[in-house]
């Protein structure tokens, strides 16, 4: 269905949108992410409090929302390919200690390499924020721009096979062909190395 919706969106130029998924109550009830609101507002209140006291946002976020710094640093290059109607894209970060971190991505994050190892994939969460703590999408990313990269742990009922699979083609056609890493493994292994 999203194919097709999809063909439809891209021949009218991308001024169409699309929403799909529709459910009943019941279904919404089993699939909504409880809290997910909740801890958007609180990422937002923890980046608001630390810039008015003069405090690290980045640092102040990762308390909130229990993630890790995949890298800090600045943007060296941005490449973006439309293809079907999706952004496809690579974004590589210079570390502030010499790390290259690259980060793949269909339309949103799907990949995070650090100088080749993986350190994060989907269903886990890539984010981008400036070092003054305002978020960033792909579209804003930007050759020269100073960014944190933070890896957030997906809700539990993604870290499954099943949540996993749900991108599974995607990854494919980006040349994944491994299994789902959590991200807290992935960033343990990479630590000890």
């Known amino acids: 269905m999203e194919d097709l919706a999809r063909g439809v969106t891209t021949g009218l130029g991308m001024q169409?949108?699309?929403?799909?998924?529709?459910?009943?109550?019941?279904?919404?009830?089993?699939?909504?992410?409880v809290g997910a609101v909740s801890r958007a507002e609180r990422a937002g209140k923890a980046i608001r409090e630390a810039k008015e006291a003069g405090k690290?946002?980045?640092?102040?976020v990762l308390g909130v929302v229990d993630g890790f710094i995949l890298e800090k640093g600045t943007?060296?290059?941005?490449?973006t390919e439309t293809k079907g109607g999706f952004d496809f894209g690579k974004v590589t970060i210079k570390g502030d200690k010499g790390q290259t971190l690259r980060v793949d991505y269909k339309n949103e994050n799907m990949m995070a390499?650090?100088?080749?190892?993986?350190?994060a994939i989907v269903p886990d969460g890539i984010c981008y924020l400036r070092l003054d703590g305002q978020p960033l999408t792909n579209a804003?990313?930007?050759?020269g721009m100073?960014?944190?990269?933070?890896?957030l742990k997906a809700p539990d009922k993604w870290?499954?096979?099943?949540?996993?699979?749900?991108?599974?083609?995607?990854?494919e056609a980006m040349g994944y062909?491994?299994?789902?890493k959590k991200i807290e493994e992935l960033n343990t292994k990479s630590k000890e190395a």
């Open 146 to 151: 100073n960014v944190a990269v933070i890896g």
């Open 16 to 33: 169409a949108g699309l929403a799909c998924h529709i459910m009943t109550g019941k279904e919404m009830k089993k699939a909504v992410i």
């Open 75 to 79: 943007v060296i290059s941005v490449s």
């Open 177 to 180: 062909k491994e299994e789902y």
């Open 159 to 171: 870290r499954v096979p099943a949540g996993f699979n749900a991108f599974r083609r995607t990854l």
């Open 113 to 119: 390499w650090r100088n080749e190892d993986l350190v």
């Open 140 to 143: 804003d990313i930007k050759e």
């Open 56 to 60: 690290d946002p980045v640092e102040a």
